[in-house]
């Protein structure tokens, strides 16, 4: 079954400081990734998704994510960090009917002045 | 505007009870889904429909009853509410046929049971 782990439950970064945020999959064929912001109190956002093509994706909010089949790993990367980005977040792939997403446990992030 | 919409955002009841939490999507969608957040922030799937069939169920008990009464809409009726259903309710939507069914999600409803 496909999976996808955050090993990382907690992050603190200082604004202004880059940001990884790491998600490791698990699955034999290319598969579909996504990662999701959840803001306190809210809903899910989508930041970005890999399918194929080109392994660097470009989200939204200045998100980037590189998908690396060699390390099965789907890294979420910020250059600056803003206060705004305290948030939780979330791996998730897709299955292959398309209809299921399963979602790593998420990582917090915590954002000093 | 708002694109996928769920009502109440709070529901604070008692166990015994019986509830429902309704869900909309306007973004013309054939797929929408209930999922749970629990107190750990661990979200997952409970049901899935498309164009109003069930088509994941993902072992929840029976007393959750989804109901679809057409593609814009997925109600979730509860029976007989128990303290361990207190958790956060995501209702989300997607469009099967397209080339990656990406998921919007409603602001959520946290239920409380107590």
């Known amino acids: 079954a496909q999976s996808v782990t955050q090993p990382d439950i907690h992050i603190t970064v200082s604004e202004g400081a880059s940001l990884e945020l790491r998600c490791n999959y698990s699955?034999?064929?290319?598969?579909?990734l996504f990662w999701y912001v959840q803001s306190p109190g809210q809903g899910l956002q989508l930041l970005l998704k890999y399918f194929s093509g080109d392994t660097l994706v470009q989200g939204i909010k200045g998100f980037e994510a590189e998908f690396k089949r060699s390390q099965s790993s789907f890294n979420l990367r910020k250059p600056s960090v803003h206060w705004s980005d305290a948030a939780e977040y979330f791996c998730a792939t897709l299955n292959n009917a398309g209809n299921m997403l399963t979602f790593g446990g998420g990582t917090r992030l915590m954002v000093k002045p | 505007d708002t694109a996928v919409s769920q009502t109440p955002k709070y529901l604070v009841t008692q166990m015994g009870n019986d509830k429902s939490i309704k869900c909309e999507q306007n973004?013309?969608?054939?797929?929408m889904y209930w999922y749970k957040q629990d107190s750990k922030k661990f979200l997952k799937i409970m049901f899935s429909?498309?164009?109003?069939?069930?088509?994941i169920n993902e072992t929840v008990p029976n007393r959750f009853s989804p109901k679809s009464p057409d593609k814009a809409h997925l109600n979730l009726h509860i029976n007989s509410l128990e303290l361990g259903d207190s958790a956060v309710y995501f209702c989300?939507?997607?469009?099967?046929?397209?080339?990656?069914?990406?998921?919007?999600f409603g602001p959520g409803t946290r239920l409380t049971v107590t």
């Open positions: 699955y034999g064929a290319t598969p579909y």
């Open positions: 429909y498309n164009n109003k069939e069930l088509i």
């Open positions: 973004l013309g969608h054939d797929t």
């Open positions: 989300a939507s997607s469009q099967l046929t397209s080339l990656v069914g990406e998921q919007y």
